[in-house]
């Protein structure tokens, strides 16, 4: 089957340019990477509870797609075949995390603006990122398939519980939701520390993530009115101010780098968690201090 498959990528390939080349290795950092600012600017520009439902699919379905690749340990075309031009990627190939993730992301944020010309636009942005997986060399259509199926499986299941989680999260004190985000954490720990082969950083960030933004999320939910409305300027500047620090942390993080084995995945655990503090609770309540938040510009109390 991958001998099959990869004569059509050299195909598909072979109908492609530099242009083509360029505007694909762009477009698929839109399903990887960059989600690195799509995600704060959910929470902080757009809307604060649709961030925090993203940011939960996202980080559970990151673990999930981690671990299938650790455990089915599939190669890459570029791996298989020289024929394939690719710049390479690391780690497994079966499923797709892009092809998983993009369906995840749009599909929750389809849902939430409930308009049938959006979800077209989300199927095609669906489509063409598994595209540009195929293209340029990095996974097999096979690869890119389950990670379709995977991802509306998620995400039909995470629409059709979150209603549920709302009602049961609502009631709950701060400390017994971040107690549950701690929890989850340190499950998603602990089962790659005895499940999973090569103890992926993936899924260590994936735990710390979760237990930083989690505590964050309560924090916030108990005691701060901030929403992610407001005027454009509002949401501009939140985001200006927001990602200074956010990429700081990360350029730090990245500078000090960590060490192999299990001592290097809790120092990954531990960067990823104050990351997660600051997206959820710290830059909100900066945001609420500065008064770029319409709540804290109308007093306590007040309706966005």
């Not at 991958?2 to 492609?16: K, L, R, S």
């Not at 998620?154 to 629409?159: I, N, P, V």
């Not at 929890?183 to 994936?206: I, S, T």
């Not at 237990?211 to 985001?239: N, T």
Request: hydrophobic content about 55%.
């Amino acid at each position: 089957m991958h001998a099959w498959e990869i004569d059509c990528i050299v195909w598909i390939q072979q109908q492609g340019g530099p242009a083509l080349d360029r505007f694909f290795e762009v477009y698929t950092n839109f399903g990887g990477s960059y989600y690195l600012y799509l995600i704060p600017l959910l929470l902080w520009c757009v809307d604060y509870r649709l961030g925090l439902r993203v940011l939960t699919v996202f980080v559970a379905t990151v673990f999930f797609n981690t671990t299938l690749k650790e455990w089915l340990g599939q190669p890459r075309p570029f791996q298989v075949d020289s024929r394939v031009s690719s710049e390479g990627e690391l780690g497994y190939g079966l499923p797709s995390g892009h092809a998983q993730l993009v369906v995840v992301f749009w599909g929750v944020i389809a849902d939430w603006v409930d308009r049938r010309w959006f979800w077209t636009l989300a199927v095609v942005i669906m489509l063409s990122m598994g595209f540009s997986r195929i293209y340029l060399g990095v996974h097999f259509m096979s690869d890119v398939l389950p990670g379709w199926l995977l991802g509306a499986l998620t995400l039909a299941l995470f629409l059709r519980f979150v209603p549920d989680a709302d009602r049961l999260l609502g009631g709950r004190p701060p400390a017994t939701v971040a107690g549950w985000a701690l929890a989850a954490a340190a499950f998603c720990f602990l089962f790659d520390l005895a499940l999973v082969r090569d103890h992926n950083r993936l899924v260590a960030g994936a735990a710390g993530f979760t237990a930083g933004a989690g505590l964050g999320a309560a924090l916030a939910l108990g005691s701060l009115e901030f929403s992610g409305h407001g005027a454009l300027w509002q949401r501009a500047l939140r985001y200006v101010v927001g990602m200074l620090p956010t990429l700081l942390l990360l350029g730090l993080m990245s500078e000090l780098g960590a060490p192999e084995g299990v001592v290097g995945n809790l120092v990954v655990m531990a960067d990823l968690a104050v990351i997660g503090v600051w997206l959820t609770f710290a830059a909100p309540w900066l945001f609420e201090r500065l008064r770029l938040s319409p709540t804290a510009r109308a007093g306590r109390g007040s309706q966005p």
